[in-house]
């Protein structure tokens, strides 16, 4: 599976909690060129889904 499919899968799983925002941070730094590129632009999509709690934390974190 690459990176990006395991991406996929991870915004698939909800609600998002702190560690999804971890493990989607994780895959966005091992990937390269356009897999990296094609990952964050799934960011949104994942912020989107953050309750606020969790969406401050990951920014405090830095991951969002």
């Known amino acids: 599976?690459?990176?990006?499919?395991q991406a996929q899968q991870l915004?698939?799983?909800?609600?998002y909690s702190?560690?999804?925002?971890?493990?989607f941070a994780h895959l966005e730094k091992r990937a390269k060129?356009?897999?990296?590129d094609q990952i964050?632009?799934?960011?949104?999509?994942?912020?989107a889904g953050l309750d606020q709690q969790?969406?401050?934390q990951a920014f405090n974190e830095g991951l969002v």
Do not use: F
Not at 1 to 5: E, G, H
Not at 11 to 15: G, S
Not at 18 to 23: A, G, K
């Open 1 to 5: 599976m690459t990176l990006l499919q």
């Open 11 to 15: 915004l698939k799983q909800t609600p």
């Open 18 to 23: 702190i560690q999804t925002c971890r493990e």
């Open 33 to 36: 060129g356009q897999e990296a």
């Open 40 to 47: 964050a632009d799934l960011l949104p999509a994942l912020i």
């Open 54 to 56: 969790t969406h401050a």
